[in-house]
């Protein structure tokens, strides 16, 4: 028996780079048991190339990648959604769409390696840290035993992954 291929949607303000990261991030570590979207509350038109190349390095194809609005997704005929997961503090705080289904949510903050001023090495250092933190919370949330837990208890997991206070290894 096959087993079930989640889709989750990562949500972002402007979707342009820890959305994005996202998105790839649980699509190829996942092994095919996870697909990941992303999109944003004010999306910026455009993708942020530094995680562009971020994106590269997992093998995701970066010629779908854009930046989009979370109305895509709020449609009937979008793709059914199991996991929301706001990755900002501003989309966390924002009025949502109702999703179809209403998909298991949860907020994972994470800084915005966009908003960092300086030189390309200094940007490509936080880019670096945010992937490497959003990597450790996925490996900790497709490491989870789905077909064993009901949706409320899904649910307090994948929101424990996204407490700050509690180490995720």
């Known amino acids: 028996m096959a087993e079930k291929t989640y889709n989750v949607l990562f949500l972002c303000t402007g979707n342009s780079a820890r959305s994005i990261m996202a998105e ?27 995680a562009i190349k971020k994106v590269q390095k997992t093998g995701y194809p970066v010629d779908s990648l854009r930046s989009k609005s979370w109305d895509e997704f709020a449609w009937s005929d979008a793709p059914h959604m199991d996991f929301i997961i706001t990755v900002c503090d501003n989309a966390a705080g924002e009025a949502c769409p109702i999703w179809p289904g209403h998909p298991t949510s949860a907020h994972w903050s994470f800084q915005d390696p966009a908003a960092v001023e300086g030189t390309d090495e200094e940007k490509r250092a936080a880019f670096d840290k945010v992937f490497r933190q959003i990597a450790t919370r996925l490996h900790a949330f497709v490491s989870l035993p789905f077909h064993l837990l009901d949706k409320a208890a899904i649910g307090q997991e994948i929101r424990k992954i996204g407490d700050p206070t509690i180490v995720v290894i």
């Open 24 to 50: 790839a991030q649980v699509t190829t570590l996942s092994n095919g048991r996870f697909k990941g979207y992303s999109a944003g509350s004010q999306p910026g038109g455009t993708v942020n190339p530094f």
